[in-house]
């Protein structure tokens, strides 16, 4: 099993669709989640934590399942601006932090 | 203010040579973290430099390897070149006690290995 596991995509949605993205990971004993983003060609950058309760931000909403080892991002109302690649990432062990290969969405208009 | 800078944006080699990617972290940063992303696949961690000392690395072979400078600047050196080695090097950089949760990512080093 990979340490970060994301379906690749990609998914095309139209605007104002709500779509998800799931990532599992493998070392139950890992503490802090994030999702990144990265625009074509572009480095990654933090789009927000995940924790244990949820947590949203504006249209993104984040959750934490440590029973099931997975984390989920949902994006309400999708814009054309959200199409990127969507990185999943653990916190594996000491600041080792382990990205996921990435889920690439476009919102079409 | 200037973000994560990396030298040179692009570098081509061949096959045996010996590489070194350079990154400067944003200032007040004092961890430096490298990546390899190949074509199509995730961000794969290399190394993790924090105050000048080398405190985790990945899965790589130990013909990668790196420094941290006293000014927390860092290289990354990949000797004997290979061609699976050709991927996109990003260095990353964080604040101290952030225990690497905010990576800050400079643009990267495109490595061509011919």
């Known amino acids: 099993r990979k340490e970060v596991e994301q379906d690749p995509g990609p998914f095309n949605v139209p605007e104002g669709a709500t779509v998800a993205f799931n990532c599992t990971y493998s070392?139950?004993?890992?503490?802090?989640f994030f999702w990144y983003r990265q625009d074509c060609r572009k480095e990654p950058k933090l789009l927000m934590s995940v924790y244990s309760s949820g947590n949203e931000d504006g249209r993104f909403t984040a959750q934490l399942n440590r029973a099931s080892q997975y984390i989920s991002l949902l994006i309400r109302d999708s814009k054309l601006s959200d199409s990127a690649t969507y990185l999943c990432?653990?916190?594996?062990?000491?600041?080792?932090?382990?990205f996921g290969a990435g889920t690439r969405l476009t919102v079409k208009p | 203010e200037a973000g994560v800078t990396q030298s040179p944006t692009h570098l081509i080699k061949t096959r045996g040579q010996q590489a070194t990617l350079r990154c400067s972290p944003i200032s007040g940063h004092t961890s430096v973290y490298w990546y390899q992303q190949a074509l199509g696949l995730g961000l794969q961690f290399l190394l993790w430099y924090d105050e000048g000392e080398e405190r985790n690395r990945g899965n790589f072979p130990p013909r990668f390897s790196g420094r941290q400078f006293p000014n927390y600047s860092s290289e990354l050196n990949v000797n004997a070149l290979e061609l699976e080695d050709s991927a996109l090097y990003l260095c990353a950089s964080s604040l101290p006690g952030t225990g690497g949760e905010k990576l800050f990512f400079g643009s990267g080093t495109q490595l061509s290995v011919l």
């Open positions: 070392n139950s004993a890992s503490q802090s």
């Open positions: 990432v653990v916190n594996y062990n000491n600041n080792d932090m382990r």
